[in-house]
Each structure stands twice: as C-alpha cells, then as structure tokens.
C-alpha cells in the first residue's frame, strides 16, 4: 500500500479514532454505514429547503411549501445511509518519496478531524473488492450510489431557468401525476449528483469517494469488510498500547501494517519501527519494505 503504486483508484482509506477501530470495526469485522443527517456538514445535517415550480401554470399557493419542503427532505435523506472515504490523488508515479503527498493516508488535516488530532488509525480498503462486496450485500434491495465528491461553490441563488440547477425545486405537475413515490424516486434519480455527490470547494482537500445507500430503516448498516480491508496505518501520536492492541486483534488478517512520523514539516513512514514488518510475511506484499 506503499511502494510501487501508480494507480489512484487502487485504494481507498477510512480515518478513525483507535478506540474505534478496536472496539467496534476490528472486533466486529464489520464497516458502520451511518446516518447522512449525521454528517458534519451543514448542506447534509440540515433540512433541506426546496421551491414549488410549475409548466402547467398551476396555483402553486394551494399548497404548502414548508410541508412540501420538509417531506422531500425527510424522503430523500432521512433514512439514508453513507460511509465516508480519502482517495489518493492523480498522478501517481510509484515513487513512495514523490507521492507520499498524495496518498489518501497521508492527510494531515483528516488525522486531525476524523483520528481524534493524529492519535487514530487510517484503514486501507481494496477499492474493487469493497466496490463489489457492497454492490453484493446491499443493491438486491437497496439503491446503492458510489463516487468521488465533486467540489464546487454555489451562488444562494438558483438558476430557474438552467435543468441542471432545479435539484432544489419541486416539480408540482410531476408530483400530481406520479404521485409522491414515484416522484421521489424520479427526483433522486436525476438530481443524485447535485445533492449528494457535491460539496464546497473548501472540503476539496479531503478528497472524498463515498458510498450511499437508500434504506427502508433507521437503523444503522454494518457491513460485514471480508478481505477488503488490506492495512493500517497508525497517526504520529497513536498510543504504543493502541497499535499493539490491533495488530494482536488482527494478526492473522493479512493485513500490511506501517506508521506515519512527522519530522519538521515532512511526513515520512515510520520504518525504524520493527513491528510494522510482522504481518508482511502474511500479507499480499510479500517482503518488499525497503530501509530509506
């Protein structure tokens, strides 16, 4: 997950506290998909505020755009389920000195925020496994949406008369003639990427790919990782005890181990430390740590 990589779609990285990774992902073997109102971004946690719109000339105020409103937003994220990814940046060239900046596990900001300020672990997800293991497990049922986050900063005012620009808008002749279920289906469908795939520029250093999935219920999805998950790198003040603790719990995994050390402003991987070299023999590197 170090060396000799060149493709950024090979990966996919989760930030975690250690306590988490312990007690709830490693000891249960399984991933939370958790609630999308739950996220810390205030475009996804609040209610989302939509218009009335009409081609038909309808009397729009015959209805009620706050109930309107808060219905579609309830219907179209109240049970909805996500889980949250880095990727590693283009351009990879497989030099581990060069690319060490853009790898997903390399984030400093992301060890702050999600790995409770450089003391939590970074798990490494294979992309294509974990791709397919969800599409498995969840998509007989469920509408399952996976992709990279596009970035981009929008004006508080829409532009009514653009079809790309009405994810906010309730279409009342729709609404009337297909009635509310099919309309929230037909309106998921073509505004999915403006409403859950986009976010401000100002997250566009998190590089995310996430996975949502439309649940019928409001609890939790766990998913059950497999043989996805192929390594862990532990933050610059993850606890020596910590570490220990989930490479035991992990032992027989096959899992590539390996830290992350700050030196001034660098970050390097923390090879002097000889514990890291114990699950290789296992793992689907084979012996190919290299001492810099």
Known sequence: MIENVTSSKQYLYHYTKACTALDYIVHNHTLQFGRYTGTNDPKES???EFNLGTNEERDLGQYKLSELSEWLSMALKGKT???CFSMDSEGLSGNHMLDIFKRGFCKPRMWAQYA????????VFDRQKLEELID??????????????TYKDRNIVPDLYNPDDQQSMINIDFLETMGSDSYIEAHLRTHYKRLFFE???????????????????DENLYLNFEDSLVGIMFGENTE??????????????????MGLKWKNCSPWYDYENLRYIRGIKNSPWGETIKRV
């Open 46 to 48: 609040k209610v989302w």
């Open 81 to 83: 389920k996500l889980a």
């Open 116 to 123: 409770n300020r450089h003391t939590g672990v970074c798990l």
């Open 136 to 149: 498995r497990t969840y998509s007989k049922d469920k509408l399952v949406l996976d992709g990279a986050i």
């Open 199 to 217: 976010k401000m520029d100002d997250w566009k250093d998190e590089s995310e790919w996430r996975c949502i999935v439309f649940s019928q219920t």
């Open 240 to 257: 020596e005890k910590a570490v220990q603790d989930i490479m035991d719990a992990t032992e027989s995994w096959g899992l590539h181990y």
